[in-house]
């Protein structure tokens, strides 16, 4: 079974500048997806991004980028010139694969942006 | 991009009696679908996960006969509260997945029941 560990419960970061969210996993599956979610105020589940497990590559979304450490099982979200609209919840989240039909969340952090 | 909408936005019922709430996909047709509850401050906790034209299966520890789900359509699934009580107070949050290569859910924006 996938398990999905976010362990910081809150961060704050100031507007313009870099924060990083963290995220480790694990599974036996070698070929995989990885998603972060985005949560804000208004509740609506957003897609940030999405990494590919068999592209060495990190993915990029504008201001968002990640940090893919296959053998380490780590998953990191940076956010980069932060704006006060990235005030939110944001889920580290793991998709089916195999004969696993779930979505596997993260317990989530609360990612606030100060003015 | 894939749509989801879930109606009511909110809803506010007496104890004792029931609501239904109903998730569509808007511009996709979902081969399953799911139903989430959520906590302020916590993560989703799946309940069930319902394909068309078949029974749902919930979770351990989510009751069948409480959380009734019925997937009747590829673009509708309905989640009915029965004689809801003050403790089914929550946000529910309804998902839906087609045929992407990511295995990717497009969420609902979400209900907020409020059992008086």
């Known amino acids: 079974a996938q398990t999905v560990t976010q362990s910081q419960p809150e961060m704050s970061v100031q507007e313009a500048e870099t924060v990083t969210l963290s995220c480790t996993y694990d599974t036996s599956e070698s070929n995989y997806y990885l998603f972060w979610y985005k949560q804000p105020p208004s509740r609506q589940m957003i897609l940030v991004i999405r990494?590919?497990?068999?592209?060495?590559q990190n993915a990029t979304e504008n201001r968002f980028s990640v940090n893919f450490q296959k053998a380490a099982k780590s998953f990191s979200l940076k956010i980069s010139d932060s704006q006060l609209g990235d005030t939110a919840m944001y889920f580290c989240?793991?998709?089916?694969?195999?004969?696993?039909?779930?979505?596997?969340f993260g317990k989530g952090i609360t990612l606030s942006v100060r003015p | 991009g894939a749509v989801v909408s879930q109606h009511p936005s909110w809803v506010i019922c007496k104890s004792g009696t029931s609501v239904k709430i109903e998730c569509r996909s808007l511009d996709f047709q979902a081969t399953t679908m799911f139903w989430y509850r959520q906590f302020p401050k916590q993560s989703l906790m799946l309940m069930a996960t319902?394909?068309?034209?078949?029974?749902?299966?919930?979770e351990q520890g989510v009751e069948k006969d409480k959380f009734l789900i019925n997937h009747a359509s590829l673009t509708l699934s309905t989640l009915t509260v029965t004689s809801a009580h003050p403790e089914d107070s929550s946000f529910y949050i309804c998902?839906?997945?087609?045929?992407?290569?990511?295995?990717?859910?497009?969420f609902g924006p979400g209900t907020r029941l409020t059992v008086l």
């Open positions: 989240a793991f998709p089916p694969t195999g004969a696993n039909s779930k979505l596997t």
């Open positions: 990494q590919e497990a068999y592209k060495q």
């Open positions: 998902s839906a997945r087609g045929t992407s290569t990511y295995n990717e859910q497009f």
């Open positions: 319902s394909n068309e034209g078949s029974k749902a299966t919930y």
